[in-house]
């Protein structure tokens, strides 16, 4: 807890801008709560658009944020991380542009859920290639 509100005193400032967000945020926080299953990546995709200070002091005062927040942390600790880049795929056959960096999300979402399949170069660029869009 202390850590939390460390953070949220550092990152002060920023707030009120951020707190714009809060009404998609709870939104965001209800969608979850709706999840019948629950995974990191879920959890990563709801909260992507949010300013990281605004998730951290809101978290303090709402319970289910602070387990989203704990849940995806861990799985964090655990994802092995991308070894490609846009690079990697172009260079692949893939055409530049927009998909690809979609691509990598669902990539990394994929190593975010525990996919052990894809931890090599050779495994990530042929997992892209398969997953497209």
Known sequence: PHIHLEAF??????????????????????????????TPSQIAALLRPFDVALCASIALIEPTLARMLAVWHKAQQHTP??????????????????????????????LLDGDTTVHTHEAQVMWALAHPS
């Not at 400032?13 to 967000?21: E, F």
């Not at 070894?83 to 669902?106: E, F, K, N, T, W």
């Open 81 to 110: 991380p991308l070894v490609i880049s846009g690079a990697d795929l172009v260079a692949a056959g893939m055409s530049p542009g927009r998909q690809i960096g979609q691509c990598l999300v669902r990539l990394r979402d994929a």
């Open 9 to 38: 005193v550092q990152t002060w400032h920023a707030a009120p801008v951020v707190y714009r967000q809060l009404p998609a945020l709870r939104r965001a926080i209800s969608a979850y709560r709706r999840q019948p299953r629950r």
